[in-house]
């Protein structure tokens, strides 16, 4: 049985072992607060602009592994995106895709902020740090199509992300390729931009890590999920492996 432990902020599922692999998904739970009202449909809660969709049980499914463990997100990107550096408007959307987040206007950010994103940011500081791991695995995954770009297709499987350090990305493309997977490079998002967690936690301190988006509708039911779940314990294996 996997262990838990859960605030507010974040979940940390099994158990963290040095030269083991941590699993981090921030955008992982579309859970809203009872005290916070975002002012949007429901159902645009099950949407990708509130979930990074397949992740969480991705996570999970790996963690049952003895020596994986991972770092979920706790609540929406819509309250608060750890993603996102503090200073960045978007950490505290008050748009996504297109929908309008009125709940978010005119709040407390400095305390949205204190609530949720500063503790998950000293929870991976404390994990990377008390048990290292030999391999971060920075988990997302993406929409096959924007809502604002109806006429754009996204046709990779996955992509891989980074900023300076791309010795994770290189090896994980080889072994998806040789799956016959059509894997991005920097695409859909580059981890030139969107780097906030690489820069803070590991390319600043040198540690390898993983930066993957998947393919959300590669992930949305259990086939699926377990499929890609296999697949990441294996290539992350192998890029720990050869990053040694």
Known sequence: MQTTTETESYRIVGTPRFGGILVVADHASNRVPGDIDLGIAPELMDEHIAIDIGVAAIA????ARPG???LLGNVSRLVCDTNRTVDDPAAIPETSDGSAIPG????????RLARFHHPFHDALTALLNEQPPQLTLILHSFTPQMATKPDE??????????DADDRGARIATRLFEEEGLIVGDQE???GKIYNAAIERHVESEGRPYLYLEIRQDLISDEQGQAQWA????RVCNQVALEIA
Request: aromatic share 10%; hydrophobic share 35%; proline share 6%.
């Open 60 to 63: 999970e499914r790996m963690c």
């Open 68 to 70: 994986t463990a991972a």
């Open 104 to 111: 978010n206007v005119g709040i407390d950010r400095e305390a």
């Open 153 to 162: 297709t996204r046709p990779w499987h996955c992509g891989v992300l980074y």
């Open 188 to 190: 859909p998002y580059s």
């Open 230 to 233: 296999e697949r990441l314990i």
